[in-house]
Nanobody
Framework: QVQLVESGGGLAQAGGSLRLSCVASGRTFSSLTMDWFRQAPEKEREFVAGISRSGVTTRYVDSVKGRFTISRDNAKNTVYLQMNSLKAEDTAVYYC???????????????WGKGTLVTVSS
């Protein structure tokens, strides 16, 4: 079993930055690919960013490319999401997720955190 705990959400102004963190426990962190999803009110949960086990490979949804950066520190069992140039449409609950493969769909994920709210004011 893997426990994921997110932190770093909050209120930011448009154009500002936030850094989300997700600490994992309960399983070898480096054996898991890590992902960030988000869910805005009345919208489906969507993939935001993913990072491979080694951290070498990353991928992003088009809407955040060039603004968000996912990274991981396997020594600290932590994955990060640096969010720059925030927009009002980035407002959502952000979820950390882990899976044993390399999926991007919510149903591909094996473990989920409880989420952290990001609110961007325009």
């Amino acid at each position: 079993q893997v426990q994921l705990v997110e932190s770093g959400g909050g209120l930011a102004q448009a154009g500002g930055s936030l850094r989300l963190s997700c600490v994992a426990s309960g399983r070898t962190f480096s054996s898991l690919t890590m992902d960030w999803f988000r869910q805005a009110p009345e919208k489906e949960r969507e993939f935001v960013a993913g990072i491979s086990r080694s951290g070498v490979t990353t991928r992003y949804v088009d809407s955040v490319k060039g603004r968000f950066t996912i990274s991981r520190d396997n020594a600290k069992n932590t994955v990060y999401l640096q969010m720059n140039s925030l927009k009002a449409e980035d407002t959502a609950v952000y979820y950390c997720a882990a899976d044993r493969e390399w999926g991007t769909r919510p149903r591909d994920m094996d473990y989920w955190g409880k989420g952290t709210l990001v609110t961007v004011s325009s």
